[in-house]
């Protein structure tokens, strides 16, 4: 028979298996969530999953896509931009659905020179229209090292966040007639590529190629809350209670603390909003501009 410490010592072991294969069997992968869809190579998915990495040269950018198609949803990404010179490049991440009325949350990190700071741009389409540029600044380096750009998707506001700091919200404003997207599956998507035809300073810098390839760097996807749609359903069922504690997010709002900081960051950081923007919109700005 086997003393108590033996008995012991197989059940500790057991338990490491367990809980071993169960900690294996959760950790989300690169391999698992995402497909490369181009770049010939110059993307690449790397440390067994757990890093994916986009470059850009002279000859092509690169890309990839969410296998996965959400229908609201918390999704976070970490991202390391691409340090130097970047000007004329842009990474983009963003989800969107597909077709003439698709629908689109944008994050766009616009390039620059060395030591000059990366403009983030935001931009939320509707129903194919979109127009609704915020633009900031930063208040670090992006380049060098991983922050986490999150995206709340629910039925009555978007919000971008930037490690955890809200940077702009875009309010359910259907009731005065501005669309919402709400109605269409998006996938993740994100690339790199040139646009130094408008990138940094309205296109006045081009890309250095000498500084090619540019690489950015992208780990710690987390998307456990978010509503993935496939074959016509969603994996948040209509019993699916909002108030639960892993069901909060589909009704999140800003509580005070987090409106104080998005006005921090809008008094501090936002170089472009659209809805001040009288000279572009003679005829009136967007209604959702009058929404609180």
């Known amino acids: 028979m086997a003393s108590p410490s033996a008995s ?30 181009w770049g010939d190579g110059r993307a690449q998915i790397l440390n067994n999953g ?40 842009v ?17 766009e990190f616009l390039g620059n020179l060395s030591g000059d700071p990366y403009i983030l741009h935001t931009n939320v389409f509707s129903q194919g229209k979109g127009n609704r540029e915020q633009q900031f600044y930063l208040w670090f380096d992006p380049t060098a090292d991983f922050h986490t750009y999150s995206i ?12 955890g700091t809200p940077i702009r919200e875009f309010k359910n404003a259907e009731s005065i007639g501005v669309p919402f997207p709400k109605a269409q599956p998006m996938r993740i998507y994100s690339s790199l590529w040139n ?36 074959s016509g359903s969603s994996s948040c069922t209509s019993s699916t209670s909002s108030s639960s504690d892993g069901n909060a997010w589909l009704s999140e709002e800003l509580d005070s603390t987090s409106q104080e900081r998005l006005k921090w960051v809008q008094s501090n ?15 009136g700005l967007p209604p959702e501009c009058t929404v609180s």
């Open 8 to 37: 012991s010592l197989c059940i500790t072991a057991l338990l490491l298996v367990v809980v071993s294969w169960a900690t294996s069997a959760s950790a989300r992968n690169f391999y698992q969530d995402f497909d490369i869809t």
């Open 195 to 230: 646009a130094d035809d408008w990138a940094t300073r309205g296109g006045l810098v081009k890309t250095d190629w000498t500084q090619a390839p540019f690489t950015a760097s992208y780990r710690n996807f987390n998307a456990d809350n978010a509503c993935v749609w496939s």
């Open 269 to 283: 950081y936002m170089i472009y909003n659209y809805c001040t923007d009288a000279k572009r919109f003679p005829q």
């Open 152 to 163: 709340l998707w629910n039925p009555q506001r978007i919000i971008f966040s930037v490690d």
């Open 50 to 89: 757990d890093l994916l990495t986009l470059s850009l040269d002279k000859a092509s950018g690169s890309g990839f896509q969410s296998k996965n198609e959400y229908l609201f949803g918390k999704i976070d990404m970490q991202l390391k931009l691409v340090p130097g010179n970047s000007a004329g490049t």
């Open 91 to 107: 990474t983009a991440y963003y989800l969107s659905s597909k077709g003439s009325t698709w629908d689109e949350i944008d994050f």
